[in-house]
């Protein structure tokens, strides 16, 4: 099993927070992109919501800390 130094952790980290809040943007392009008919609107919302969840839960996840840490 390979053993991590906390340098990379760190790196894996920011790197992984910058991919997720570039998902959401993303998502928001494509959002903004979609026809304004009420199926893709809908369908869209739904989209935008769970795309945008990954990048929340994530940072979520980095704030939280053990009872052992508190």
Do not use: H, W
């Given at each position: 099993?390979?053993?991590?130094?906390?340098?990379?952790?760190?790196?894996?980290?920011?790197?992984?927070?910058?991919?997720?809040?570039?998902?959401?943007?993303?998502?928001?392009?494509?959002?903004?992109?979609?026809?304004?008919?009420?199926?893709?609107?809908?369908?869209?919302?739904?989209?935008?919501r769970?795309?945008?969840?990954?990048?929340?839960?994530?940072?979520?996840?980095?704030?939280?800390?053990?009872?052992?840490?508190?």
């Amino acid at each position: 099993m390979k053993t991590y130094s906390k340098s990379d952790k760190v790196e894996f980290v920011e790197k992984l927070k910058k991919r997720t809040k570039q998902i959401g943007l993303d998502a928001i392009a494509l959002f903004r992109g979609l026809p304004r008919a009420e199926e893709a609107r809908i369908v869209g919302k739904q989209f935008l919501r769970s795309s945008l969840s990954v990048g929340a839960n994530y940072r979520a996840v980095c704030r939280a800390r053990s009872k052992a840490e508190r």
